[in-house]
């Protein structure tokens, strides 16, 4: 049996319909790149009528860097919870009874994330694009904005530092035994990409076409080699037992050493144990 | 030697729905089931009785492929039972778990198409209405299963386990923290699926239920105790005996009952009852009763001594040191 785009499409629909009847989630999905329009739009706005075109392209840089940020971080969280979460409310257990295989269950899973977390940043900064034509001052700020290079990066990052949270996370949902743990190591693991958008800020690196093609490749790699590992990581068998291989399996009880195996006499011919003398 | 016997035979028809060969779970140093063998036939209802950490819900993972056994063979629905065949497996089987584990901010409906979904059912709507149906649940679709009651949502757990028609459904403790009407209510069900033809293997602790619904039981115990019609462990443990009860006790029992023939052994049970051990009981009774007036007794009652299935279960586990440890 191979892989199967109904199956996967199957969890990603259940993952939308679960977002949307959870006010929770949105909430917080929305309230975070809220925080992310303010400082882009406060920067745009700052950009006085007789400001440079070097000034104005540096201050459009950190915007789009800051506009970055929400969808490396959103992900983080619910993508953390996925299989967790799933153990934690007993609906891990009949998914893996079906057909589904453990990509298909991941990559919905993924695509259940990626979607709304690329779909805000994008929201974002179109929201950007259009209070800088309505509201600046300063002519420059929006032909900076709609710059090719600019908008290429958008588009090309948003869902690749997404990616990356959105595998930790799972990976590390895949292993944690309590959603607040996944949840916090989620959230941490999500950072180290972000560092680099730090030290552009920081001037340590100049931003350039170069730089963002070479980083957008490691990104792209990082996410097919998480894929691969939380693949890996996504145990059926531990998943379902809640333990490692020397604990005992939830929902078959306790076990009983082998040395401390007694048979009860056998009723007379009473097994059914084709050939075995 | 202890070998298969007629008796414990699945009744014929068709390959076997399941075949379990010396199969063997260890979970590390520890043993969660060892040396289980049984072959299901299709259409059968099979009860899978044990005491709790028997054994029994980590053989259905086994079964449904959700865990790799350490040693043994299977065949499950004819499938051979390998880590390759485990998405074949589990698309010609249901595994209802315990708690029934639905989505509670979806809606029945919802849950169900999610199924269907991963079953690969490209127009699940007739499907889903007929599952919904067979479970009594049509004007319920639309409700959030967060609302329903427990014995609606194993309700909606069942019609879930109907959607890819299985070859054969496990049912791990359907009826467990139920009140009597949902649990009489679900056991209709499963006698229902009985008619369809699916074979059933039901794990529980209820022995009544299995009692009523089993053609066959196996009782595991780590290992398994014994496998049979539950007719038969009653006969193969129990020896077959009538209950005699007199108005007054009986002067000279002993006399009475040793001069008739086919009376094997008595002892009182009470004042004025005795239990009689006899060949054939139906045959037995109207001997004994005219022994009985002929010895100038006034016969109060003759009766055909009968065990319930928990009578054996608790013969084949009771002197067990390990169950009566959990």
């Known amino acids: 049996m191979k892989f199967s785009v109904g199956r996967m499409t199957a969890v990603l629909r259940k993952e939308l319909r679960e977002y949307r009847r959870s006010p929770f989630i949105i909430g917080t999905m929305a309230v975070l790149p809220l925080v992310f329009l303010v400082e882009p739009l406060v920067i745009i706005f700052r950009i006085g009528p007789t400001v440079g075109a070097a000034a104005v392209d540096k201050a459009v840089g950190s915007t789009f860097l800051l506009l970055l940020i929400a969808p490396a971080l959103l992900p983080a969280v619910i993508a953390a919870y996925s299989v967790v979460g799933e153990r934690e409310q007993g609906t891990l257990e009949p998914l893996l009874t079906t057909p589904l295989r453990r990509e298909e269950l991941l990559l919905g899973k993924a695509l259940g994330v990626v979607v709304p977390a690329v779909g805000m940043g994008y929201i974002l900064f179109a929201v950007i694009q259009l209070c800088a034509r309505l509201f600046a001052s300063n002519a420059l700020v929006v032909s900076a904005l709609g710059q090719g290079p600019h908008i290429i990066a958008e588009v090309l990052f948003a869902p690749l530092l997404a990616g990356w949270s959105i595998w930790v996370g799972i990976g590390i949902s895949a292993r944690a035994s309590d959603v607040r743990v996944a949840q916090q190591l989620g959230t941490l693991s999500s950072l180290p990409p972000l560092a680099v958008v730090a030290l552009v800020s920081f001037d340590v690196f100049t931003p350039s076409v170069t730089l963002a093609v070479v980083f957008a490749v490691i990104l792209l790699i990082a996410d097919i080699v998480l894929f691969r590992i939380v693949s890996a990581l996504f145990d059926r068998e531990r998943l379902i037992t809640g333990a490692g291989a020397q604990k005992a399996p939830a929902g078959g009880g306790d076990v009983i050493p082998p040395g401390a195996v007694r048979r009860i006499p056998r009723v007379g011919g009473s097994d059914d144990r084709r050939g075995h003398p | 030697m202890v070998g298969i016997t007629r008796g414990e035979d699945p009744p014929a028809g068709g390959s076997p729905a399941l075949v379990v060969d010396h199969l063997t779970k260890r979970f590390g140093e520890r043993l969660a089931f060892e040396d289980v063998s049984f072959t299901v036939a299709p259409g059968e209802v099979f009860g899978f009785l044990g005491p709790n ?16 056994p350490t040693s043994g063979s299977a065949s499950v629905a004819g499938i051979p039972l390998t880590s390759n065949n485990g998405p074949e497996i589990r698309q010609r089987i249901a595994i209802m778990p315990e708690n029934p584990g639905l989505y509670k901010r979806l809606t029945v409906a919802e849950n169900l198409q999610l199924f ?42 069942l019609a879930r386990a109907l959607l890819n028609e299985p070859a054969v459904m496990f049912l791990d403790e359907p009826t467990s923290g139920l009140d009597p009407v949902a649990a009489h209510e679900v056991l209709d069900l499963i006698n229902g699926l009985r008619q369809r033809g699916v074979t059933v293997f039901l794990t529980t602790h209820r022995l009544d239920e299995a009692e009523r619904l089993c053609d066959r039981v196996a009782i595991l115990n780590t290992t398994l105790r014994s496998v049979g019609r539950p007719d038969e462990l009653r006969e193969r443990l129990f020896s077959r005996s009538l209950v005699v ?51 100038g007794a006034d016969v109060v009652s003759i009766t055909e001594s009968q065990h319930s ?16 440890a959990r």
């Not at chain 2, 950490?53 to 790799?68: C, Y």
């Open chain 2, 116 to 157: 269907a979904g991963l079953y690969g059912q490209r127009n699940p709507g007739p499907r889903i209405a007929e599952a919904l149906e067979s479970v009594n649940l049509t004007a319920r679709a639309r409700d959030l299963c967060g609302n329903l009651s427990k014995g609606l949502r194993q309700r909606v757990g």
């Open chain 2, 245 to 295: 009860e007199t108005l007054a006790p009986l002067p000279a029992p002993d006399a009475i009952f040793g001069s008739t023939t086919g009376v094997e052994s008595w002892r009182p049970e009470g004042p004025s009852s005795y239990v009689l051990t006899v060949d054939d009981p139906r045959n037995m009774a109207p001997h004994v009763t005219r022994a009985l007036v002929s010895a």
């Open chain 2, 53 to 68: 950490g028997a054994g029994k819900t980590t053989t259905v993972r086994a079964l449904g492929t959700l865990i790799a």
């Open chain 2, 309 to 324: 299935l928990e009578d054996v279960y608790l013969q084949l586990i009771d002197d067990d040191p390990e169950a009566a």
